[in-house]
């Protein structure tokens, strides 16, 4: 069973950064994607970053510039390093894990930027 844990929310002024990070266990061998989705209240979830296991990314319009997706393989996990974070950018961040058509998610992290 593939579990993901995230870790790095919380609170902080605009212009800011925070790292999040997802330690993903029960991990099986395979192309897999693994990503960083956000949802702010009354929003649909949406993509923020995602990185293939071959290296390849893909960024939302919106943090491009300012978001860089990162992974350690060895490690089995994922980050997201957010600088210039703007008060848009609140939201619970959710990581992703894909692998053969399945679809994982994390239980969500707070993001809370202040103005």
């Known amino acids: 069973q593939v579990q993901l844990v995230e870790s790095g929310g919380g609170l902080v002024q605009a212009g800011g950064s925070l790292r999040l990070s997802c330690a993903a266990s029960g991990i099986i061998a395979g192309i897999n994607t693994m990503g960083w ?42 980050y ?6 703007k ?18 998610w994390g239980q969500g992290t707070q993001v809370t930027v202040s103005s």
């Open 37 to 78: 989705y956000r949802q702010a209240p009354g929003k649909q979830r949406e993509l923020v970053a995602s990185l293939t296991s071959g290296g390849s990314t893909n960024y939302a319009s919106s943090v491009k510039g300012r978001f860089t997706i990162s992974r350690d393989n060895a490690k089995n996990t994922v």
């Open 87 to 104: 008060p848009e950018d609140t939201a619970v961040y959710y990581c992703n894990y894909q692998i053969w058509g399945r679809v994982y």
């Open 80 to 85: 997201l390093q957010m600088n210039s974070l």
